[in-house]
């Protein structure tokens, strides 16, 4: 039981490059969430999908797509990326709110 | 705009005596309440959730909440140097599938 993880964990783009962070599953959560954090800001929520099909923005979408691809799995798009998201992101799931989330090893994100 | 407040720290403490974290939020209806402890380059880990005003023991750890006053805490008994990392307080409206909402976390140091 792998719980949450996370591919890359490590990755450096280019100004306007693009990129899709992959998250899977294998708790049979329903609740998939993805977040960034920045040094002083906390984790900030970007997207989240309450079940297989649906997705919904959160506090900080702009400049990110999402796809809940079955119920393990659940990607975050970068189409054009721009230094300001330079952060470190992580992939959480639960069962259901409002039960606890559990995050995966996270991916460090540096755009040149 | 829904706020988790937390004092960023550092906080200081003896090895041995008791560490008292604290956070406040500012949404009224919020239901569930958790705190994540999250050493230097890693993810968030579960270290308590509570649900219900009161206390909640497990083991050193405490957490205390108090809805009227929208107030959360967590006390660490006996603490150790291992317990020196950032704990993060992370609040749950009820319903639907939002994210948390994250303090910016306390900086805890235990002295050995």
């Known amino acids: 039981n792998a719980g949450v993880t996370q591919t890359p964990k490590f990755q450096v783009l280019k100004t306007g490059q693009s990129m899709t962070l992959q998250c899977a599953q294998d708790?049979?959560?329903?609740?998939m969430y993805w977040y960034r954090q920045d040094p002083g800001m906390g984790l900030r929520l970007i997207y989240y999908s309450a079940s297989e099909g649906t997705t919904d923005k959160g506090e900080v979408p702009n400049g990110y797509n999402v796809s809940r691809l079955n119920k393990r799995e659940f990607s975050l798009r970068l189409e054009s990326a721009a230094p300001s998201q330079t952060s470190v992101y992580f992939c959480a799931s639960r069962l259901q709110p409002p039960e606890t989330q559990y995050f995966g090893p996270g991916t460090r994100l540096l755009v040149l | 705009q829904k706020e988790v407040e937390q004092n960023s720290g550092p906080l200081s403490v003896p090895e041995g005596a008791i560490a008292s974290l604290n956070c406040t939020y500012s949404d009224r209806g919020s239901q569930s309440f958790f705190w994540y402890r999250q050493y230097s380059g890693k993810s968030p880990e579960l270290i308590m959730s509570?649900?219900?005003?009161g206390d909640k023991e497990d083991g050193r750890f405490t957490a205390q909440l108090n809805k009227a006053s929208q107030y959360v805490s967590l006390l660490i008994r006996d603490s150790q140097p291992s317990d020196s990392a950032t704990y993060l307080c992370?609040?749950?409206?009820?319903?639907?599938?939002?994210?948390?909402?994250f303090g910016k976390g306390t900086h805890l140091i235990i002295q050995p």
């Open positions: 509570i649900y219900s005003n």
């Open positions: 708790m049979n959560h329903n609740s």
């Open positions: 992370a609040v749950n409206e009820g319903g639907g599938a939002d994210g948390l909402t």
